[in-house]
Every structure is written in structure tokens, then in C-alpha cells.
């Protein structure tokens, strides 16, 4: 596909639970970032990867955060013992990493911790 | 610590009239400002962009206005549309935008009457 591409685009799991949200960034683009968006707020910051390396995960609210690139291209954040306050949309963004080059971002998954 | 504030909340324009958004910001570092509009079930997607060099960047009905000494910028939409209600973040980044996590106002809600 031409966009950045997110699944699932909605995932509910229970308090304590572990997911896992899955970004297929836009094919040849080095640098990749999460977000986290809360409802009727703008996107906050998470972490950037550029290839496999992870370069800045200093917005990461807790230890229970954790993401991964292992080969450069798809990325997958993962959340371990779900809180009802990780509720948000997750949002991933790519970007070839060139001056002025913008990020672009996928249509996120909606995170819902009952 | 807020380091992008976006005024006002909401806004509401009547068709053809001129959408104006403001925001302010506080790291000096800070040299790429892109401004995204987000749908409701989407993702950011970026309107345009500016660098600290230029006062003023227009692409077609979109311009954008920039004091540097102000640390302010604003986003002007002429001849508002239906079309164009949707929510308005402003954004900046100190490298450029593809290498380093963006910083989001909260954003402005907008709808254009009819």
C-alpha cells in the first residue's frame, strides 16, 4: 500500500492484559515514530526508530511500554499489564528522514482497557 | 510543560470567511513548524509546513505566518469551506521533521457554517 498502515484499527482487552499494536510504515522510509493520542487531545510523542535502532524512546510513560523494529521496516509496540489509563489512540508515523521530508501518519488503533 | 500552545479551542466561521489558528512556542531549538488536520477516525494528515528562515509560506488556500522573534506561527485558511471542518494541530520539531519526534498543540476544533 502507499500509506502507513496500522492493525488492528480497534482492540479492547481487560485490565492487566498484555497487547501488541503492528505499523507497516511507508516502504523505503527510515525513520519511524509512535504516538499516543488521548481523546480530544493531540498526539504525544513515544518513540523514534531510525532503521532498527531505536534512537529516542524518552516519551515512553512507563516500563510497561516497550517497542521493537527488529528488521528496519514493520514495528510493533507492545503494552504489558494494560491500565485503563493506556485507553488512547496509538498513531505510528513515517518518514524518509530528509529535510522538510514530512512525517506521515497512519489511521491509528483505538486502545479500549475495560 | 506545554511547549506548543494552540488557541483557541474551537472555532466556528461562516463559508467563505477566513479561518485563523495561532500558536506559540517556547524551545529555541524548535525549526521545523508543520500544521496537520486530523478527521475523526483518521490519522494527521499534513496541511503544510514552515522552516524558521521565512516569514510567510502559502500553498494554495492555506498560508502560513511566521515570528520568529515572537516565537509564534499561525495558520490562515481563506475562503473557509464545509470541507475544511476538521480538527487543526499545530506542530513542531528541531530537526527538521524526519529525524525527531514532533511536539503537538492541543489543537483547534473547526467548523465551517454553511
Known amino acids: 500500500g502507499a500509506g502507513v498502515s496500522q492493525s488492528p484499527r480497534y482492540k479492547v482487552a481487560k485490565r492487566g492484559q498484555d497487547v501488541a499494536l503492528r505499523c507497516d510504515p511507508i516502504s523505503g522510509h527510515v525513520s519511524l515514530f509512535w504516538y499516543q493520542q488521548a481523546l480530544g487531545q493531540g498526539p504525544e510523542f513515544l518513540t523514534y526508530?531510525?532503521?532498527?535502532?531505536?534512537?529516542?524512546k524518552s516519551g515512553l510513560p512507563s516500563d510497561r511500554f516497550f517497542a521493537e523494529r527488529p528488521e528496519g521496516s514493520v514495528s510493533t509496540l507492545k503494552i504489558q499489564r494494560t491500565q485503563q489509563e493506556d485507553s488512547a489512540v496509538y498513531l505510528c508515523?513515517?518518514?524518509?528522514?530528509?529535510?522538510?521530508?514530512?512525517?506521515?501518519f497512519g489511521d491509528g488503533t483505538r486502545l479500549s482497557i475495560l | 510543560q506545554q511547549q506548543v500552545k494552540q488557541s483557541p479551542q474551537s472555532l466556528i466561521v461562516q463559508k467563505g470567511g477566513i479561518s485563523i489558528i495561532n500558536c506559540a512556542y517556547e524551545?529555541?531549538?524548535?525549526?521545523?513548524f508543520p500544521w496537520y488536520q486530523q478527521f475523526p477516525g483518521k490519522g494527521p494528515a499534513l496541511l503544510i509546513a514552515?522552516?524558521?528562515?521565512?516569514s510567510e509560506k502559502k500553498e494554495g488556500r492555506f498560508t502560513i505566518s511566521f515570528n520568529k522573534s515572537a516565537k509564534q506561527f499561525s495558520l490562515h485558511i481563506m475562503d473557509s469551506q464545509p470541507g475544511d471542518s476538521a480538527t487543526y494541530f499545530c506542530a513542531a520539531s528541531s530537526s527538521g521533521g524526519g529525524a525527531d519526534g514532533l511536539t503537538f498543540g492541543k489543537g483547534t476544533h473547526l467548523i465551517i457554517q454553511p
Open positions: 508515523a513515517s518518514s524518509s528522514r530528509e529535510t522538510d521530508q514530512p512525517q506521515h
Open positions: 526508530f531510525q532503521n532498527e535502532a531505536q534512537l529516542d
Open positions: 514552515i522552516r524558521p528562515d521565512v
Open positions: 524551545n529555541t531549538a524548535f525549526d521545523y
